[in-house]
């Protein structure tokens, strides 16, 4: 079902449309950022073709030939042998083609070819993914371009490419182009919880550094995520019990350490999350909707005796500020400024509003 994959709704309406329409094409080249789903998708059209118990014109996912579909079997080391050919999944149909080192080769087209030339021996219909499509060289973009000419009509191919632009025009000009777009954070926080791959926090993390990506989501360094976290749970801490200043400078010194120079809006997010949970329990909302919930405890002890009114001025502070990190300010002192002057927010005076040294 189409409905399990993350996220590109316009791609699965385009695709539901095609299937029930029975114009499935026989050559289809997916652009749109790696780990964006453009591989599942590809393997979602050779189980609705070769379903056993379809749903409508979907994959019912749980027949045989729908398991079968998914299991890919890899070769386990990277000899360039071993990726030669067609790697076939568990369905006898339906097989992946990956460039054995820089380039995909003419013999690995050939094979494709000669595959797709037969009928399907166990479904409807015979599918073949070509992963990275942009390390089409000249010699196999032609070998591929004899099969993407005239596909049987049992047969489809489907090119799959980060780069769309290192296509060659003719590769480009005979295949149904399929755009993909990146996923949004909450369609990737979703997914995350959803299928328990991680709790609400780091979920939420996981999503805002995906950058429109699953595979990065998934990727990312948790542990670089709890020590974001720690550093800044230190940050409210001081905010919260003890306007400590001191700790306040050293925290924003931290933040702006080189080490940590890609990490600086991330930062931020985590900072912007742990305010909104310690708002949250000042109001006395229920536990069930904080975020950072595996450090409850913390976040309890901060709540306690906190003006409300002041995690929303944090926020605004941080956000204000945020607006002026697009203009390239200077980072360091603006961190100065920003975290001093949230300490000095209280709930009935507004600080005055600052602004940053611009470089
Ligand atoms: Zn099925």
Redesign the pocket.
């Given at each position: 079902m189409f409905d399990e994959l993350i996220g590109n709704d316009r791609v699965k309406e385009l695709l539901r449309r095609m299937l029930q329409s029975s114009r499935m094409p026989g050559a289809m080249l997916f652009s749109g950022e790696d780990g964006v789903g453009k591989k599942m998708f590809g393997l979602e059209i050779a189980?609705a073709l070769n379903?056993?118990?379809p749903q409508g014109v979907e994959?019912?996912?749980?027949?045989p030939?729908?398991k079968r579909t998914l299991k890919i079997n890899y070769p386990a080391g990277d000899e360039a042998d071993d990726f030669k050919g067609i790697i076939w999944t568990g369905h006898p149909d339906v097989g992946l083609v990956v460039a054995p080192k820089r380039v995909l080769l003419v013999h690995q087209m050939r094979a494709i070819e000669s595959a797709a030339n037969y009928r399907p021996f166990e479904g409807k219909a015979r599918v073949f993914i070509v992963e990275d499509a942009d390390k089409l060289n000249e010699s196999s973009a032609n070998a591929l371009l004899k099969i993407l000419e005239e596909p049987p009509p049992t047969s489809h191919i489907i090119l799959l490419t980060s780069r769309p632009a290192w296509l060659l025009p003719t590769i480009r000009s005979r295949c149904q182009v399929i755009r993909f777009s990146p996923l949004a954070a909450a369609e990737i926080e979703n997914y995350l919880t959803h299928n328990k791959v991680a709790r609400a926090a780091e979920a939420r993390v996981r999503a805002r550094v995906a950058r429109g990506s699953l595979r990065r989501a998934l990727a990312a360094d948790l542990d670089d995520f709890i020590e974001q976290r720690k550093a800044m749970l230190e940050v409210l801490e001081a905010l919260a019990r003890s306007d400590d200043r001191l700790q306040l400078l050293r925290s924003a010194e931290q933040l702006n350490e080189a080490q940590y120079k890609d990490e600086y809006e991330a930062r931020l997010d985590v900072l912007e999350t742990l305010i909104r949970d310690a708002w949250l329990l000042s109001l006395g909302a229920d536990t069930e909707t904080i975020v950072n919930d595996d450090v409850l405890p913390e976040l309890s002890r901060m709540a306690k005796g906190l003006d409300s009114k002041r995690p929303a001025i944090w926020i605004g502070q941080i956000e204000e500020m945020r607006e002026q990190l697009v203009v390239n300010i200077n980072r360091k002192p603006a961190t100065d400024a920003l975290f001093l002057t949230m300490a000095a927010a209280s709930a009935t005076e507004l600080p005055p509003k600052r602004r940053y040294i611009i470089k």
């Open positions: 189980r379903c056993r118990a994959a019912c996912g749980s027949c030939a729908c």
